[in-house]
């Protein structure tokens, strides 16, 4: 007979490999076909709601490892929350406005001169709805859940009205305003740039020390005396009006080799080493305070203009002459300074960065250029005391990656100091994972000054206001909600379409205007106006979503940027944030943990981890790193994260085998009647679920994937199915122990499927139509299992002798090392307690020992004194007594001796006695 047809052998059509690329893509369509994440919410309906509001993706160009790092992990959170019976709803959103998309056209030959602004806005929409499309398409084949179909994109006209009713809403409160003060100027771009789009690069720039001779002393210094000052922006100093000083400080008059200079009594020291002044020749001959020298005056080095010494708290000793070079057009502290003292702001530099025909002799020069110019004339007037070039950080456009500029133009801002307070409040009543983020949010609001929310750029959202012909500015809740109401009928480029009497609302007469004529503002919001809009367009616009929501969701940079500006908004309009948690993730970077970029051939994008592996490896991966902070990936990482994939499906795989003759509803085993070794493992079950249920709310999803192999490789393979096949395989198909083992499998292979199912998509759902007798036409339909209160006595006293099995395996494997046996079934176990364990009476608690240790045979003594000692008592390893079962290879005293079964142990016989 041959006795392998007599195993009960595992059975199933499930692949051992997973082939992802191919079958990916064929799952996603049955996904759509059969509606299946409209049917997951729609069995949701009326439960607790959990709203993630989707931070706008820039609409350019293909995605990135950080697109998926983010999209996948939003994914892994909605489809938990919807698997624990919550409504969660996923809407996706784009952010299309903005000047990258400007510059893309012009990249691909677009002739921006030879358009009408309305014509060349058109292509800019054109080209964002393709790139939406694009990004779309490769989100959905990460696996990403959500309504696609009917996403929020900002240049929709529901979303644009909605946008300039909040800005309305803003301005009835007095929060807009337009005024003429220095901000981030971008040369490479043309247009003002907020806080939030400046990042900092180091800069070579010249360092100079500048004398200003004294021309009113006032009384206080003497007539010969100069200031000096210093600075790094030589080019701004043709715009200088005032010398700043502290009113606290000391000031000395040193008289230095014949000449007199007045600096800051606490940085004379580096004053002179920086001046090369030897110390013999240096005289302090007189000492004032800050508060002493206002409105000394001094002359311009250059111009023919007086520098007044005035008085700033914003003057320190970090570095410098204690004298600061005040020009309001190009500092903020300098303009805000310079409101107190009346002085005039000069900003002689266009938008390109060139000066104007009020530099004089500098008009046409780029204002770096320009640095040399200006030394060499300070120089040639014997006003250069010392140049030389050092590299310090300074603020960059972060899209051309080029310097700015400090200039002043006549700007549209939004007040952050009248709602600073409301703002700091509620980020206090915010949730954050983590205390940094916090700081993070909050610091910046608190040391933010006033936003800048106007562009001088023409592909985005125009900022609704109105001009009468005496220059008044007409900005009214009527004219503000009709331009909203044009918006969302028409699209915002009916503002470049028509004339501005044609968008005021009809009959609109203004005092400003007897001859009834009107003209428009041209400056677009800030994009991050747009995004911050989104609370009021998308969380309170959709009706299946709702205002606040449960979480926002970024990355790091957000803080200054999406996170930011939608707190402002949401604060000035609803009193509130709009977010109930925060939470941020890092940028992901090579294996070594450098910045991914195409010149150093370290970059690793989504679509090639996707036709090489598949969707569900990038998935695993990023389930496997700790993204609050910044996170590694390469090729190596990848194989390992492939490698733990199929440890995870081949486990998977067999527990399927295994149960392919298994129906939970006629052969289940009620637990009270389990073998001890199922209900052992159903707790420990019980535990894994109940520890990745906190670890998917607490968004910890290393450790989700942690114990996840953990579970696998050490209660799983290493014990219970390698225990298990000798029951599996062996015992009669319907036997007490066998069936006991089944229901627990099945429980696991249920259960786990569920589990896994937001991380790993497409697989769970492959597994899921394995499983016999389930009867939910996708996991993505099924909840999570229900969390059970765990027997931890019970689960005590199996993990001591899941620690003695440890010692026995490790008495084994010295054995096999001897050659005293070769496999764990050639051996006989002898174990006695010694003065660690009394190893005696706690076996006593057991039964079947020798197929719990996988051996052949279990012998239980007092005392050995032939033993190894260890930790959970004596053990003692033989080789098994008897011969070699030719059914189940175990080792027995009593084969059979009846007819062509003799070679058959007792067990064997009586299950293939009922085959023949």
Known sequence: MDYKETLLMPKTAFPMRGGLPNKEPKIQEEWESKSIYEKALKQNEGQESYILHDGP???????????????????????????????????????????????????????????TVAEFREKCKEFALEQVEIQKKDFKRLGVNGEFDNPYITLNPEYEAAQIRLFGEMADKGLIYKGKKPVYWSPSSESSLAEAEIEYHDKRSPSIYVAFDVKD?????????????????????????????????????????????????????DVAEALNWDENEIELEKEFTGKELEYVEAQHPFVDRVSLVINGLHVTTDAGTGCVHTAPGHGEDDYIVGQKYDLPVISPVNSRGVFTEEAGQFEG?????????????????????????????????????????????PQWFASIDKVRNDILDAINDTQFKVDWGKTRIYNMIRDRGEWVISRQRVWGVPLPVFYAENGDIIMTQETVNHVADLFEQHGSNIWFEREAKELLPEGFTHPGSPNGEFTKETDIMDVWFDSGSSHRAVLEGRDNLSFPSDLYFEGSDQYRGWFNSSITTSVATRGKSPYKMLLSHGFVMDGEGKKMSKSLGNTIVPDQIIKQKGADIARLWVSSVDFLN????????????????????????????????????????????????????????????????????????????????????????????????????????????????QTVLYQIVVDMTRLLAPILVHTADEVWSH??????????????????????????????????????????????????????????????????????????????????????????????????SYQYGDIRIEHAHGEKCQRCWNYSETLGSV???????????EVVKTLV
């Not at 994914?75 to 959103?93: E, H, L, N, Q, S």
């Not at 922006?233 to 230095?256: C, E, F, K, M």
């Not at 007037?381 to 603020?395: D, M, Q, R, V």
């Not at 998917?696 to 290393?702: G, W």
């Open 57 to 115: 993706p820039y609409a350019n160009g293909s995605l990135h490892m950080g697109h998926a790092l983010n999209k996948i992990i939003k994914d892994f959170i909605t489809r938990y929350k919807t698997m624990r019976g919550f409504y969660a709803p996923y809407v996706p959103g784009w952010d299309t406005h903005g000047l990258p998309i400007e510059q893309a056209l012009t990249k691909k030959g677009v002739k921006r001169k030879e358009l």
């Open 217 to 269: 002393t006032k009384g206080t210094v003497d007539e010969d005396a100069k200031f000096i000052i210093w600075t790094t922006t030589p080019w701004t100093l043709p715009s200088n009006v005032a010398i700043t000083v502290h009113p606290d400080l000391t000031y000395g008059q040193y008289r230095v080799n014949g000449e007199k200079y007045i600096i800051g009594k606490d940085l004379a020291d």
């Open 365 to 409: 020069m780029f204002y770096d250029k320009a640095n040399k110019e200006i030394t060499d004339l300070l120089k040639e007037n014997g006003a250069l005391l010392n140049l030389e070039f050092i590299t310090h950080s300074y603020p960059h456009d972060w899209r051309t990656k080029k310097p700015v500029i400090f200039r002043a133009t």
């Open 630 to 741: 910044d996170v590694r990936i390469s090729d190596e990482i990848l194989k390992q994260t492939a490698d733990v994939y199929r440890k995870i499906r081949n486990t998977l795989r067999f527990m399927l085998g295994n149960v392919n003759d298994f129906d939970p509803k006629s052969n289940a085993i009620a637990e009270n009647e389990l073998l001890d070794v199922d209900r052992y493992i159903l707790n420990r079950l019980r535990e894994f679920t109940a520890n990745t249920f906190e670890h998917y709310d607490n968004f910890d999803y290393l450790d989700i994937y942690q114990e996840v192999q953990n579970f696998i490789n050490v209660e799983l393979s290493n014990f219970y199915l390698d225990y298990g096949k000798d029951i599996l395989y062996i015992e009669e198909r319907d036997s007490h122990k066998r069936r006991s083992m």
């Open 771 to 868: 499983i016999p007798h389930v009867e939910a036409e996708s996991v993505h339909l099924t909840h999570m299992p229900e969390v059970k209160d765990v027997d931890t006595e019970f689960v005590e006293k199996w993990n001591t002798l899941m620690h003695l099995r440890d010692d026995v395996n490790r008495a084994l494997e010295s054995a096999r090392n001897d050659k005293t046996i070769g496999k764990s079934l050639e051996a006989k176990v002898t174990i006695a307690s010694n003065d660690n364990f009394d190893a005696t009476s706690f076996l006593q608690q057991f039964d079947d020992l020798q197929q719990l240790f996988i051996t052949s045979q279990v012998e239980v003594v007092d005392t050995l004194n032939d033993g190894e």
């Open 899 to 909: 007819g062509e079964l003799d070679d058959l142990c007792p067990r064997c016989q």
